[in-house]
């Protein structure tokens, strides 16, 4: 199983930026797919998710301002990330969680660094 993240790099504060997780090794439609986050010095956090049905959760600090969708097609998952802030810098990561299982797999992480 891989997943591999790209579209990370840096933005001014008001910019937008899309991440893309391409998934591959596992059957893509029948898993639960999110991303998760983490800054310097904290603990890893969840952004977004969503499920097999295409319901969607975000965190609260990104409620209004980020979009996870999923193209079944293509086995990648998305985040539209519009009106970043400096306190969305971190380290995206995503995850895949087959339904019916506890197994969860990682991607390397892409760094999002947004200037003030």
């Known amino acids: 199983v891989q997943l591999v993240e790209s579209g990370g790099g840096l933005v001014q504060a008001g910019g937008s930026l899309r991440l893309s997780c391409a998934v591959s090794?596992?059957?893509?439609?029948?898993?639960?797919i999110a991303w998760f986050r983490q800054a310097p010095g904290k603990e890893r956090e969840g952004v977004a998710g969503?499920?097999?049905?295409?319901?969607?959760n975000y965190a609260d600090s990104v409620k209004g301002r980020f979009t996870i969708s999923r193209d079944d097609v293509k086995s990648t998952v998305y985040l539209q990330m519009n009106r970043l802030k400096p306190e969305d810098t971190a380290v995206y990561y995503c995850?895949?969680?087959?339904?019916?299982?506890?197994?969860?797999?990682w991607g390397q992480g892409t760094q999002i660094t947004v200037s003030s």
């Open positions: 969503i499920t097999r049905g295409l319901n969607t």
């Open positions: 995850r895949a969680q087959p339904i019916g299982t506890t197994t969860q797999y």
């Open positions: 090794g596992l059957t893509f439609g029948n898993s639960a």
